[in-house]
């Protein structure tokens, strides 16, 4: 399946984390949070951070997996699912989907971005937790996502679940005026986005978006 006309990428947070972003101006690899005072609502799995912290990205030699800011190319993600069912062994949240906000971003405005600033790109055809997964940082090479497995709703073949956990990277940070949407599961969560973006010059517009969540 071709790429889409205007691909989109998406970072999922625990709205509680949402104002110390806004107010930093940046989502911070987890290479940069292990060694900021420990704060927030952590929604991930913490033997995987750890992995991804030692995993390399082979097309940027001497750099690892954590030391990007990590995005799918999809809303309504296989680890929205993880959070959503709240049974796997190795996850401490089990506050549900519902706090869970997606930070929606363009690809090719965020891959100028990175350009234009020094910042080592690079995306993922599975997920980028893997050891087996395959890196890419060409603009060209985007055809080689499995774009159809990004779209589907039913993930349950093997296929379609690796796909789907593609992901999209960018080195150390990424800045907050580059989100254009935030997708929230209902307007109490609108209320709380709204009041951590209270006083910012960047303001993405808020969205209730059913079809994001499970």
């Given at each position: ?14 709205v509680q984390n949402l ?110 937790g893997a050891a087996y ?82």
């Amino acid at each position: 399946m071709a790429i889409p006309a205007q691909p989109k990428i998406y970072h999922i947070v625990h709205v509680q984390n949402l104002a110390s972003i806004v107010t930093d101006g940046h989502l911070w690899s987890d290479a940069t949070m292990v060694n900021r005072p420990p704060g927030g609502t952590v929604i991930g799995m913490g033997g995987i951070k750890l992995r991804r912290l030692r995993l390399p990205v082979t097309c940027h030699q001497g750099t690892h997996v954590g030391d990007f800011v990590p995005f799918y190319f999809c809303s309504r993600s296989i680890m929205l699912y993880v959070l959503h069912c709240a049974n796997h062994a190795e996850l401490t949240y089990r506050g549900g989907q519902q706090p869970i906000v997606h930070l929606e971003a363009d690809l090719y405005r965020s891959v100028r971005w990175a350009e234009e600033n020094g910042s080592r790109w690079a995306f993922s055809l599975s997920n980028a937790g893997a050891a087996y997964t395959q890196f890419r940082s060409k603009r060209e090479q985007l055809s080689e996502v499995n774009w159809e497995a990004v779209r589907a709703t039913d993930f349950r073949p093997a296929d379609v679940k690796e796909g789907k956990q593609a992901e999209f990277l960018v080195e150390r940070s990424f800045p907050w005026h580059l989100v254009e949407r935030v997708g929230v599961h209902s307007q109490a969560v609108v209320d709380q986005v709204s009041t951590a973006m209270r006083g910012v010059r960047h303001r993405p517009q808020i969205e209730i978006r059913k079809d994001w969540y499970f």
